[in-house]
């Protein structure tokens, strides 16, 4: 069996390399590669890809994993051989259900889609696109008939991004996620809003650059292992554990912008930095799915970046840098701007309240579209009914509309969109378990000091990789099922506070 192990390691290794290769240079096209360079980009990043997929579907590792079954089996489920054996198996799986002429021809159909989409866009001009987003959900559908035998129709999409979470969990907990959010916005929007103005001043490119350094390193993410760069839209990428590296852009009449992108893409950086060393060059090198990824870039960004406590230590430091622009605002107006709700047609950027809200009705309609329940040239309308009931308000064009999120463009329709607001359920349910642990973590961080709280995520999450599934891991961390209360109670708390909401119907609407 020796043998055997060392082989099925030394062929995830080579697609591991290669899938490394294609990202950096994925990484160089975002970040500096000169415009001229894109037509080879292409093609390369193209021919590694194929190289990938040719090795991940080889029957000889195929033949290899059956023979390792037996050793698997008598291995305890949590063991890493066990673990690298099951993990591989199910990408195999994955990857020879789906035959390479259905990839290429995807492939090529979205990236058609993408080109078109940039144009449409900014025109607002639905449209243009519908007859090629109608082909995507063909697509997407013949995509999920490869995998027979589900239970409803996105599962196998979820699947290839978040194993073994069901869409009918999902709705679930999203339908009681929404009874929540709705009222609580409305009670919001009913208070005077927070005033953020003084986020929108000149801030120099240079200086936000230098105080956002500061403030990851001091969180953990390690500049030896990884880097930051910019780029139009962040990112997080990975060549190994120990090239982790992250992107931002920067606003200079925006101070979050910047901000909290970085905290965000470092908190997906800080993950992948933390896995074991052991895992390097095997497919449990990354994270456990997309909403686990997200639960922790959302756990630095709001609960720890978007806090008093935190602010409490950063604060005198930022105001330093600016005096001009925020030496009069006081921490507390400052804590109200980087925390003010508003009811806006836009996804990207909306607050944590009201963040969700955009979630939970795209992945509405990306059920109903893969049942067959809804027809894409029903999409715009469906999307704005949806934009009024929850939120109040009407997009103005489908550029604010449907047409602003490129996933659908760039993709397949289903899969994506979920592991957003489950990664936020989940940042309050696994920080709310690390302050059980650590009650001292909240007084720590103001005083700048984050290792408790760090160590706490390394130990019971970061080092596992891709060890465990997303509600395994839940399970094991939380000792509990994937819960909404936790979130509910830190929204609740301290978007009561902010708005001088009573919080008399916490424990009615909770129990
Ligand atoms: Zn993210």
Known sequence: MESKIEELKARLREIRDLEGAAALLAWDQHTCMPAGGAPARMRQIAILRRLVHERATDPGLGRLLDELRPYEESLSYDSDEASLIRVARRDYEQAVRIPSDFVARLSEHTSATFQLWREAYPAGDFARVRPYLERTLDLSRQLAEFFPGYEHIADPLI?????????????????????????????????????????????????????????LRRLGYDFTRGRQDKSPHPFTTSFSIGDVRITTRVAENALDEALFGSLHEAGHGIYEQGIDEKFEGTPLASGASFSVHESQSRLWENLVGRSLSFWRFFYPGLQALFPDQLGNVSLEAFYQAINKVECSPIRVGADEVTYNLHVLMRFDLELRLLEGELSVRELPEAWNTRMAEDLGIMPESDREGVLQDVHWYNGVIGGMFHGYTLGNILSAQFFEAALRAHPEITGEMEAGNFATLLEWLRENIHRHGRKYTTFELVRRVTGDELRIEPYIRYLRKKYGELYNIADSNVNQTIA
Do not use: K, W
Request: one cysteine or more.
């Open 159 to 215: 699947d290839l991004q978040d194993y073994g979470v069901r869409a009918e969990t999902v709705r679930a907990v999203f339908a009681g996620l929404r009874e929540q959010l709705v009222p609580l916005v409305r009670e919001i929007i009913s208070q005077p809003p927070l005033d953020d103005a003084c986020l929108h001043q000149f801030f120099s490119e240079q200086q936000q650059l230098a105080f956002g350094s500061e403030v």
